[in-house]
């Protein structure tokens, strides 16, 4: 393991001013030492399609690369119809895929989400976890985050404004980063 530990970071919204990309840029500041968290944006992924799966697209295999130079993962999805997204569903099968070369096989994954309501991304975040489950990637089951988001709380660019609320995600990000610690100890990444 090294001393700089890299999580990728994946929010599961399209939208500019999504609740969700403002979380994941707030964490990005509130990591703790030693930690670097970089994004991926799934803008333009191509659907995914089996048949593509021998030559698959520039923007599927640059997923896949930045999966494997990452130590972890970090999901922020947002709920839309008491699940994930279809397009971080969609990123996620582009990634996992084809058979025998799945990018989240024993990769620590935690999972977070935003909403105007307390615990609007619930549900979401249970679909996405059953689909990790089959994934194969390494959870944190525990604590849970679902974010209250609101502009009194956070700022266009990510900035939390709200100090419970940065202690909270600070806590959280401390958090994932022990359990990835973890994970690597007894699965090594160059091991895999």
């Known amino acids: 393991m090294s001393d700089q530990l890299v999580i990728l970071g994946i929010a599961g919204s399209l939208r500019e001013g999504s609740f969700n990309r403002a979380v994941l ?3 990005q500041t509130l990591v703790p030492e030693g930690v670097t968290l970089e994004t991926f944006d799934i803008k333009g992924l191509p659907g995914f ?6 030559n698959p697209p520039a923007q599927v295999v640059e997923l896949k690369q930045r999966i494997r130079a990452a ?3 970090l999901f922020v999805t947002p709920e839309y119809n008491y699940s994930v997204p279809g397009v971080l569903k969609n990123a996620i ?5 084809p058979w025998g070369r799945n990018s989240f096989h024993h990769v620590p994954a935690a999972v977070i989400g935003a909403s105007i309501g307390q615990i609007g991304t619930a549900v979401a975040q249970q679909s996405l976890r059953g689909v990790l489950s089959f994934c194969n990637a390494r959870q944190m089951t525990a ?6 988001y609101s502009p009194e709380k956070f700022t ?6 709200d100090e419970a609320t940065a202690g909270f995600l600070r806590d959280f990000m401390a958090e994932f980063r022990e359990h990835l610690a973890r994970v690597l100890t007894v699965i090594p990444r ?3």
Do not use: K
Request: charged share 35%; proline share 6%; hydrophobic share 30%.
């Open 143 to 148: 604590p849970e985050a679902y974010i209250q």
């Open 25 to 27: 840029r707030a964490a």
């Open 71 to 73: 130590d972890a993962i």
């Open 93 to 97: 099968d582009c990634a996992s895929r």
């Open 156 to 161: 266009p660019d990510g900035e939390v404004t």
């Open 49 to 54: 399609s089996q048949d593509d799966e021998a």
């Open 190 to 192: 160059e091991n895999l």
